[in-house]
């Protein structure tokens, strides 16, 4: 059935501020093909109540970590202090043991839970390539084509993101806990993303990217040989790094190539606007200013980073220099992005013993806090996903994400003040209604295929936790 309609929206979201009403035409496509204050002549128009916003971003998840949650809380008597690298020893544990259905049982999962919080694009950094063995899968796209499957499953679009690992630090081989994630050759990582990519092929919803794991599982030489060869298959593909997440990842650094990650990547790496550095929570000014200028999009996850002590990235510096920057939601604690904005913004106004830090006043779009954070989050997500989504203009998907004003979370509040009470407040998610390509995926807080979706995610628990 064709997505084709036009939608009288209450109040709907503009890049320049709010059109109350906005009529909305869909066309056949599932594209956006016109906005106006108007409605256009002839045919049947749905009314929507509320507020109407482009969906968001997600820029960077670990799919199968959401399954971790609630594992990693209890103080080890084997290590004294509770770190980043002790988590990450229970999620090698967990993840030696996850086979392909559970691994897509997982995502579909979490990614309903993205599609209710108002997120209909993720940028899932995926790199559980082998068997429990550490061997290919007969298909070497085998767990990628798992999360493929959970995003068609869901409706939600996929920026697919398959991961070179070959290392186990600067210098140091692989250890045996990484043996699902690692290409010994870039030849063969290459083989698997130039698959990857046929599979994209006349596919809006499934953009095929490459992420380099870290300067700590990828040597210099690796690097720049899969850049270049994924530079071959396609000049524009997005690039992600995990870099400067954690103090020691520097330390490292500094010690085995002279200088700290980001400054690395910058001096080394030609990172410009197609890259996504991941983290980079460990910055100095040099580096701050810099990676603004290079015009790569800073993937920050407030959530995982607080969970793992990871630090608090230089935000305000940073957003002065003109850097750009989105929300990931990493280890999927959350998977909402208004829940990750709030912390981000509370975690600012700690370091900085200050309010509303990156608002502009005289202007709608910019002197409100919730609109700040959500629009340049939404900026900074898609230029990150190369998804053709981000605002509710001509040309773009279709991704129209309704909040309920009434809705606990929004009672008294209209357009002006609707997404700082969303973003910095709310406690119940006033998401009522997604709509993907044209297509509604969330009615009414509820995910078409949810009650399925839940039982698989139920069963894939039981063995694991019980495992
Ligand atoms: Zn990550």
């Given at each position: 059935m064709s997505p084709a309609g036009v939608y009288r929206v209450e109040h709907l979201h503009q890049p320049s501020g709010w059109l109350s009403p906005g009529y909305l035409e869909v066309d056949a496509d599932g594209y956006i093909a016109t906005v106006d204050q108007d409605p256009p002549h002839g045919g049947s128009v749905t009314h929507l109540a509320g507020l109407g916003v482009p969906s968001a971003s997600n820029l960077h998840s670990h799919a199968f970590q959401r399954a971790l949650v609630g594992l990693s809380e209890c103080a080890s008597i084997a290590d004294a202090e509770d770190t980043f690298w002790t988590w990450r020893k229970v999620m090698y544990d967990f993840v030696a043991r996850i086979d392909p259905a559970q691994y897509q049982a997982i995502a579909a999962m979490v990614y309903t839970d993205m599609l209710k919080h108002g997120i209909t694009a993720v940028g899932e950094f995926h790199y559980v390539h082998h068997d429990t063995s550490g061997c290919p899968y007969a298909d070497r796209a085998e767990m990628s084509k798992r999360l493929v499957a959970a995003a068609e499953q869901t409706g939600l679009a996929i920026t697919l993101l398959p991961v070179f690992y070959a290392s186990g630090g600067i210098g140091r081989p692989p250890q045996e806990s990484q043996k699902r994630f690692v290409h010994a050759e870039p030849d063969r990582f290459l083989e698997l993303v130039a698959g990857l990519s046929a599979l994209s092929d006349g596919r809006p919803d499934l953009v095929i990217g490459v992420a380099l794991h870290s300067l700590r599982a990828v040597p210099t030489d690796g690097l720049a040989a899969v850049v270049a060869g994924v530079r071959d298959i396609a000049s524009d593909t997005p690039i992600h790094i995990h870099v400067a997440e954690q103090p020691r990842e520097v330390e490292e650094c500094l010690a085995s190539l002279g200088a700290r990650p980001i400054r690395w990547l910058l001096d080394n790496a030609n990172v410009g606007a197609d890259w996504t550095l991941i983290h980079a929570t460990h910055c100095d000014e040099n580096e701050c200013r810099d990676m603004a200028a290079s015009g790569a999009v800073v993937g920050l996850c407030p959530a995982t980073e607080a969970s793992l002590g990871d630090g608090i990235f230089p935000l305000v510096a940073y957003q002065g220099a003109g850097g750009h920057w989105g929300i990931g939601t990493d280890s999927n604690y959350t998977t909402s992005v208004a829940e990750e904005l709030r912390v981000l913004e509370y975690g600012q106004r700690l370091i900085h013993g200050r309010r509303n830090l990156l608002t502009a006043p005289g202007d709608e779009t910019t002197e409100h806090t919730g609109r700040r954070l959500f629009d340049l989050a939404l900026a900074g997500g898609t230029r990150s996903l190369a998804q053709p989504m981000g605002a509710l203009t001509p040309s773009k998907r279709a991704d129209l994400v309704m909040l309920d004003s009434e809705s606990p979370t929004l009672l008294g509040h209209g357009p002006r003040t609707g997404l700082d009470a969303w973003i910095l407040g709310g406690t119940v998610n006033p998401v009522r209604d997604v709509m993907v390509g044209g297509r509604w995926v969330v009615r009414?807080?509820?995910?078409?295929?949810?009650?399925?979706?839940?039982?698989?995610?139920?069963?894939?628990?039981?063995?694991?936790?019980?495992?």
């Open positions: 009414d807080g509820r995910h078409d295929s949810e009650d399925i979706i839940i039982a698989a995610y139920k069963e894939t628990m039981a063995d694991l936790v019980a495992a």
